[in-house]
């Protein structure tokens, strides 16, 4: 490509709004613009990469013996009532009418279409088992779509459902596809880590993995052994201590209903009693529950007089000194739409833990979401990761739960993601099949999703220096930059032209940059969009020596044409 002729609009500063490097950096070196909050145009430059990752994620689920199909964004309401998402997904749902007010959503995820397509096609323990995957737009309505690509509200996720004969199946698929993942972010060229995780909205009764690459401005916090491999999400996390708690099997958990179970029955118990179930004491009971409460709204009911269980309360959280509960009859409204209560509650507490800032240990409360009262406890995005203890039920230097290491934590970004599902759609949505007996099953299904777009993006938060973007060979948007000092000079341009051509020809994706701008302006942009490896063609280019630099080092070498083009291939 010609840069004269390239749609390459590269920028000194960057827009206020962005607020970290790898955002910055692909608005300044001119992959990417902003249409709206969460809603961006790839530039050829980003859309290139985009490709790019795209491309090793294909071949890789292809070689893992996955078929690609592609689904309609558009899904009609009807299959998500059905499976009992309509409500259970949230405003993060992206709804539409149509002109005869049939309901639709624009799909943030996938499981409703795919079962429903595999149930209407396939009945027989003949054609399973069986993995489809797409690359495709997705839409969710984020609360606070931030970060540039990181967290869109339309974005390019390649998603994909196994469907199983057993469980023992689909433990095989599952570890082809953790397997899959290693290949594909290792060749995307990222430093990762796979980490237990918990299933969130998406559900399902078996295991679950996050693919997270390592960085501080990570939104999730990851927590790890520093001797045997343990290493799990902070939601999911357990140290030796917790692991106790944990294995008592009480109904808190991330899920709303496992949560809200052991409080709506008609025996409400007090936090103390509860507490006194599981043998452990009610700060660390109440403070373990905030936490493994995510971002869903949790009643903490308590019986009897309000103002003695406010302190109560108060000094079960600990460190909060200044906590402010909601007006009583604020709560209630609140605990009765979320809970479904039957019957009278003395007192209802909902804390709120903030999504983004529950990593961090930083406790939110209040009726609900958008209440003006809501009020940070805690200093949220500083809160210091060996801290995060205080409110959850790890604490960094914690045993490890599987040897005798400790529990150190670190910052990541969620960039893939694998779910055993087992039953969860097939039996609402109907997928079954015959097996050789005759007798008719339920499938057992997987789903596995990565964030193509926010790979990009990640890549680059891991891969920069002061002057721009480092890109990984893998998925650079160019491989070889070609730059002639002067365009004017015509042994210059002429040896610049001729090491054009013979890399096109030996299929190097190669960058001229034949502007007629000054070297000191060309070597700025080449740096700022990074591509690996720059052959400047200079005064020497007459005895058909230039200069080669990769942009990762600082070294610079000569090498005559020859050495140059066997060099690059
Ligand atoms: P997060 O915790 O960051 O909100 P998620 O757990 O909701 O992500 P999944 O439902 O697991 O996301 O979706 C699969 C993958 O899609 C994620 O691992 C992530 O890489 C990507 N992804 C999810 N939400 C977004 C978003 N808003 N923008 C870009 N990529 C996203
Ligand atoms: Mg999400
Ligand atoms: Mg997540
Ligand atoms: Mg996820």
Redesign the pocket.
């Known amino acids: 490509m010609l840069q004269s002729k390239l749609l390459l609009p590269t920028l000194r500063e960057a827009p206020a709004e962005a607020e970290i490097i790898s955002h910055k950096l692909l608005i300044r070196a001119g992959l990417i613009r902003q249409l709206a909050s969460?809603v961006y145009t790839y530039l050829p430059l980003g859309y290139r990469t985009l490709r790019k990752v795209e491309a090793i994620v294909r071949e890789e689920m292809d070689k893992s013996g996955a078929q690609e199909l592609n689904m309609s964004v558009l899904q009609p309401i009807e299959l998500w009532r059905e499976s009992g998402r309509d409500s259970a997904y949230g405003p993060e749902l992206v709804r539409l009418k149509d002109r005869h007010e049939r309901e639709f959503v624009l799909g943030p995820?996938n499981e409703e279409v795919i079962t429903t397509v595999v149930k209407n096609e396939i009945k027989s323990y003949r054609k399973l088992p069986i993995n489809l995957y797409q690359i495709q737009t997705?839409f969710?309505d984020?609360r606070r779509?931030r970060f540039g690509?990181?967290?869109?509200?339309e974005?390019l996720?390649k998603d994909a459902y196994s469907f199983d004969l057993d469980w023992n199946g689909l433990d095989v698929t599952y570890r082809g596809m953790y397997d899959a993942y290693t290949n594909i972010f290792t060749r995307c060229g990222v430093r990762f880590r796979a980490v237990e995780a918990d299933a969130?909205?998406?559900g399902g009764e078996g295991g679950t993995h996050?693919f997270m690459v390592l960085a501080e401005i990570g939104?999730?916090t990851i927590i790890s052994c520093n001797q045997c491999s343990y290493a799990a999400n902070l939601e999911k996390a357990v140290s030796g201590v917790g692991k106790a708690l944990q294995s008592q099997q009480i109904g808190i958990g991330n899920q709303v209903s496992p949560a809200y179970e052991s409080f709506a029955t008609p025996n409400l118990k007090t936090i103390e009693q509860l507490a006194g179930q599981l043998g452990v004491d009610a700060s660390s009971f109440v403070k373990t529950l905030i936490y493994q409460a995510g971002n869903e709204l949790i009643a903490v009911v308590v019986r009897g007089d309000r103002d003695v269980n406010e302190v109560k309360v108060k000094n079960y959280l600990g460190l909060v000194e200044d906590i402010e509960l909601a007006s009583e009859s604020k709560v209630q409204a609140v605990t009765n739409a979320a809970v479904g209560f039957a019957g009278p509650v003395e007192l209802a507490i909902p804390i709120l833990v903030d999504q983004e800032v529950a990593a961090m240990g930083s406790v939110v409360c209040g009726a609900n979401q958008t209440d003006q009262h809501l009020r940070h406890v805690l200093p949220g995005r500083d809160f210091p990761l060996d801290r995060i203890g205080d409110f959850c039920n790890v604490r960094v230097g914690d045993p490890c739960p599987n040897c005798d290491g400790t529990l150190e934590a670190f910052k990541g970004i969620?960039?893939?993601?694998i779910f055993k599902l087992g039953t969860k759609y097939s039996e609402k949505l109907g997928a079954a099949y015959i097996d050789q007996d005759g007798q008719e099953k339920p499938m057992i299904m997987g789903c596995y999703?990565?964030?193509i777009?926010?790979v990009v993006q990640a890549v680059v938060e891991q891969n920069y220096d002061d002057n721009g973007i480092i890109w990984p060979l893998s998925i650079a948007p160019y491989h070889v930059h070609v730059i002639p000092v002067s365009m004017k000079d015509e042994t210059q341009r002429s040896v610049a032209n001729e090491l054009y051509q013979t890399f096109q020809d030996i299929g190097a994706d190669v960058l001229l940059d034949d502007r007629d701008e000054r070297p000191g302006v060309k070597f700025k942009d080449s740096d700022l969009i990074g591509i690996p490896i720059r052959i400047t063609v200079g005064k020497q280019a007459g005895e058909g020596i230039v200069e080669v630099k990769l942009r990762s080092e600082e070294d610079k070498q000569l090498m005559n044409l020859e050495e140059v083009v066997s060099f690059v291939k």
């Open positions: 969460g995820t997705k969710r984020e779509p690509l990181m967290r869109g509200r974005f996720m969130g909205a998406i996050e939104e999730d969620e960039v893939g993601h999703g990565i964030g777009s926010r």
